[in-house]
């Protein structure tokens, strides 16, 4: 006879795996290069106040379980684009549910074409439910630093 505890334990382990294929199947299609390019991101600064010339910068997003905590999971991911002198970078952080913003993650490609991701994560209860949930702007690099970026935008809610 199989006790309840061991039931949902076993749910949360399947599900924890559910999670955690979405996210590797995630991952492994957005860096399939030029043709990830197919796959339609989950929010994105392109056509927004933070989008710059030169720079792709999207991600994806999922609501899952870190060391128990109900967490916002995000791929993001950042293509640079132009045949210039310039890397690209893509900066990403989330609306607090108390009003300001958490501290930005970033990722970096540098070549035209060159394409690198990050994984990254946050408490879902301190994330607003508002228009703010995430929030995105792109800059170019020079030397490692930013050279020109555009400005923070609102790139999706959170359900």
Known sequence: MRRKVATRYMSRT???AVIGGAMGLSAILMSAGPASAAIVPDYTA?????????????????VGYVNNV????????????????HGARLYVRFGLATGGSSQPSSVSASGQGDYQTKNISFPRINISNGEDAIQVRECLTEAGGDYSCGSWSNAIWLN
């Open 70 to 85: 109900e967490s916002v999971l995000t791929t993001i991911a950042i293509t640079d684009t132009a045949t210039d002198s």
């Open 14 to 16: 399947i599900r924890l």
């Open 46 to 62: 392109t056509g927004t106040g933070g989008d710059v010339v030169g720079a792709y910068g999207r991600g994806t997003y999922a």
